[in-house]
Antibody, heavy 121, light 108 residues
Framework: QVQLVESGGGVVQPGGSLRLSCAAS????????MHWVRQAPGKGLEWVAV????????NYADSVKGRFTISRDKSENTLFLQMNNLRVDDTAVYYC??????????????WGQGTLVAVSS | SSELTQDPAVSVALRQTVRITCQGE??????AAWFQQRPGQAPKLVIY???NRPSGIPDRFSGSRSGNTASLTIIGVQAEDEADYYC???????????FGGGTKLTVL
C-alpha cells in the first residue's frame, strides 16, 4: 500500500532554513509527480509546490516562490522541500502527497501524516 | 492563480442528503478533486474527475459539475461523514493548484 512519511519539521527562527523529507513506498515513485501542501494551525489547505515524475519540472505557489525548492531523489524514493528565509506565516503542518496520474500531474491522491514546522523567535 | 470558494459550514441531519459546492473560474476547464479531512487526520481523496470514487469510498459520495461550480453530494449522511471537505483543482494557467477554503460538515 502507498506510504508517505514526512520528517524534518521543527522550530526555527524567522529567516532560518529547514529541509523536509518524505519517504515514499508502495508505488512506483519514479512514475508519479509529487506535491507539498501545508495547513496552518486551524486553517485550510494551501498548495505549496509540485515536481514532475522525472524531476525536470517544478511549480510553486506565489507565496513560496524564490524561497522554497522542491526536489526528489530517485534512488532513495524520497521527496524534499528546502525552505529558506522562513517567515512566521510559514508555520504549518506540511504534507507530502502523491499525484494521481501516471507520468503526468493532475492532483494529489494519497497523503502522508504531515510534519509540523513552527517559525518563531 | 485563481480562487475556489466554498461555504464555510453546512449542517445536515443524519441519513439525509447534503450538497457541498465549490465555485471558481478554473472549474470551467478542470474537474475538482474533493478531499475529506477528519480532525487530527491527513486529507483523504473522496471524489475525482467527472465522478470517480477511489477504492474504499462509499457510493453515497458523488460529484458533479455545472459551469464554474463543482458539487460534492452525500446521500444518506452517516455520523462518520462529519469532517472538513476541500475542493481542489489546477488553476487556469495549469501550473499551480488551488484549494477551496473548506466546508465544515456537521451531522445533526
Amino acid at each position: 500500500q502507498v506510504q508517505l512519511v514526512e520528517s524534518g519539521g521543527g522550530v526555527v527562527q524567522p529567516g532560518g532554513s529547514l529541509r523536509l523529507s518524505c519517504a515514499a513506498s508502495g508505488f512506483l515513485f519514479n512514475s508519479y509527480a509529487m506535491h507539498w501542501v501545508r495547513q496552518a494551525p486551524g486553517k485550510g489547505l494551501e498548495w505549496v509546490a509540485v515536481i514532475s515524475y522525472d524531476g525536470n519540472s517544478q511549480n510553486y505557489a506565489d507565496s513560496v516562490k524564490g524561497r522554497f525548492t522542491i526536489s526528489r531523489d530517485k534512488s532513495e524514493n524520497t521527496l524534499f522541500l528546502q525552505m529558506n528565509n522562513l517567515r512566521v506565516d510559514d508555520t504549518a503542518v506540511y504534507y507530502c502527497a502523491k499525484d494521481i496520474r501516471f507520468l503526468e500531474w493532475l492532483h494529489p491522491d494519497y497523503w502522508g501524516q504531515g510534519t509540523l514546522v513552527a517559525v518563531s523567535s | 492563480s485563481s480562487e475556489l470558494t466554498q461555504d464555510p459550514a453546512v449542517s445536515v441531519a443524519l441519513r439525509q442528503t447534503v450538497r457541498i459546492t465549490c465555485q471558481g473560474e478554473s472549474l470551467r476547464q478542470n474537474f475538482a478533486a474533493w478531499f475529506q479531512q477528519r480532525p487530527g487526520q491527513a486529507p483523504k481523496l473522496v471524489i475525482y474527475g467527472k465522478n470517480n470514487r477511489p477504492s474504499g469510498i462509499p457510493d453515497r459520495f458523488s460529484g458533479s459539475r455545472s459551469g464554474n461550480t463543482a458539487s460534492l453530494t452525500i446521500i444518506g449522511v452517516q455520523a462518520e461523514d462529519e469532517a472538513d471537505y476541500y475542493c481542489n483543482s489546477r488553476d487556469s494557467s495549469g501550473n499551480q493548484w488551488v484549494f477551496g477554503g473548506g466546508t465544515k460538515l456537521t451531522v445533526l
